[in-house]
């Protein structure tokens, strides 16, 4: 009769639940291979991974090309019209140095006659590079490079583990509708016994009161467990919902090992916000530095140096050249600004042409107007710490609350584990009790009812743990 009362309890438990069972590792690893959820996060993180990628400081190199046939007088070299081919490339290359260093190629106008073969050109080649004085925002981009990385990686990490607590959420609810089943449909199943040995009793009939209240509380528990029902069947469809797979149960959930130690630092998110109070220091220090007003807005001092060197070649059956030699060099800092060129042009009859340029100009500046925008900064300054305190406090408050809820979580596991172990000592007295002839197959089917609520409640609370990790890494990241 024992292995009959075992199969009853079996079945009652299969009209629920699914035939196979997988552990929790692979469900999750199954969930989060079919999620479209997760996949869209790994898309955003890759996104923004390659447009964080520091492409300022690698070689650059551009080519403007055009081409262009025309029937025209090569500016004066034939005295009728030819057809002529007319085009230029120029070609410029911006290398990766600390400074701004750009080198220009310029072939110049090149005219060819496809009649006569005559042709003009005037190549040329120019260099410039620009030093600054002092740090013009490269440190200011640094910080907030490093801070638009780490926020990204952050946001990633912190999206893969909101992502794995509901799932773990998911799953403790359809548990927890799955064991509101079972505990329905065994209460229903007693009440329907009692009232059937009210009957067969003879004392109460189905007009007695309390047979009537009997009916009352079976109705209660029938739309209760049509409730549930509906209510698992929902859990089950959100499950899906969220990782792209049919929800299997559950026959692994491991305890978790919980410790817990808040960073003196804080987080990732509490780094960030320190990020922000050096962006903003910096972004006030950068300021006070750029002394330099342009139409373009505000630059700490710079000192710029050119150079080019050219050539005019015109080959009419008679071939000239001229050589045109070229420097220059600028420094503006504050309202002052100077510059120098000097130049050499060489002709073909060997005459040299120098000359040489010098200027300067001073310029006022609008102190008022500086000084509301250093007030501006001193405000966002102020603003960012204030913001950074009040973020290292909540996070001393996430953490305490974070460490009560472990505390709560492993009292709660000690008081399940005794009661589990009452209700396994329990049931094997009873069984042996039956065989003894002291207890009844009916207390046997109790009891082991109650183990099989125990063993929803171990999972849910397994559930809860892990949950609770996650939680603990998101605080230590």
């Known amino acids: 009769m024992k292995r009959i009362v075992l199969t009853v309890s079996a079945v009652l438990l299969l009209t629920i639940l699914p035939l196979s069972a997988v552990p929790l590792e692979d469900l999750l690893q ?39 046939f025309a029937d025209m007088s090569i500016l004066g070299l034939t005295a009728g019209p030819e057809t002529v081919l007319t085009g230029t490339a120029d070609i410029t290359i911006g290398l990766p140095t600390e400074e701004t260093t750009t080198v220009t190629i310029t072939p110049g106008q090149i005219i060819y006659s496809l009649e006569s073969y005559a042709f003009q050109a005037s190549p040329s080649l120019s260099v410039s590079r ?44 359809i548990l927890t509708h799955e064991k509101n089943i079972v505990s329905l449909e065994q209460d229903i199943a007693d009440l329907e016994k009692t009232m059937s040995n009210t009957l067969a009793l003879g004392r109460y009939g189905k007009d007695s009161t309390l047979y009537k209240g009997y009916e009352l509380q079976l109705s209660a528990l029938r739309r209760s467990l ?13 499950y899906r919902q969220l990782t792209g797979l049919a929800y299997q149960e559950v026959d692994e959930i491991p305890f978790p090992s919980l410790s817990f130690s ?17 962006i903003a220091r910096e972004q006030a220090a950068l300021f006070k530095r750029q002394s330099v007003a342009s139409s373009a807005g505000w630059s700490v001092p710079s000192f710029v140096l050119s150079g080019s060197a050219g050539l005019d ?11 045109d030699l070229s420097a220059a060099g600028s420094y503006t800092s504050g309202g002052f600004s100077t510059n120098a060129s000097v130049g050499l042009d060489i002709s073909n009859t060997g005459n040299l042409t120098p000359s040489v340029t010098i200027g300067g100009s001073w310029s006022t500046q609008n102190s ?32 305490q609350n974070l460490s009560n809820s472990i505390l709560s979580w492993q009292n709660e596991t000690e008081e399940f584990a005794l009661t589990l172990e009452y209700h396994e000592s329990q049931v094997l007295s009873v069984q042996e009790g039956l065989s003894l002839g002291l207890n009844t197959e009916q207390e046997v089917a109790e009891v082991e009812h109650v183990l099989a609520l125990d063993d929803y409640e171990q999972k849910i609370l397994a559930l809860k743990g892990l949950v609770l990790g996650e939680q603990i890494a998101q605080m230590q990241y």
Do not use: C, H
């Open 30 to 68: 199954g969930a989060k291979e079919n999620s479209a959820i997760l996949q869209m996060y790994q898309l955003s993180k890759e996104s923004t991974d390659l447009s964080l990628t520091d492409i300022e400081k690698t070689t650059s190199v551009s080519v403007s090309p055009s081409l262009t």
């Open 130 to 173: 620009s030093f600054s004085i002092q740090d013009n925002g490269d440190t200011l981009q640094d910080l907030r490079d490093a801070r638009s990385i780490l926020q990204n990686e952050t946001l990633y990490r912190t999206n893969v583990s909101n992502f794995t607590i509901s799932v773990y959420t998911s799953i403790s609810e």
């Open 226 to 238: 049509i409730s549930s029902e509906k209510q698992l069947a929902l859990a089950q469809v959100q």
């Open 262 to 278: 808040p960073l003196s630092g804080g987080n990732s998110d509490l780094v960030l916000s320190e990020l922000d109070v050096e």
């Open 313 to 323: 070649y015109v080959n009419t059956g008679t071939a000239t050249a001229d050589y």
């Open 368 to 399: 008022e107007s500086r000084s509301i925008q250093e007030r501006l900064y001193a405000n966002e300054l102020a603003t960012a710490e204030l913001t950074y305190a009040q973020d290292f406090l909540s996070y001393q408050i996430d953490a």
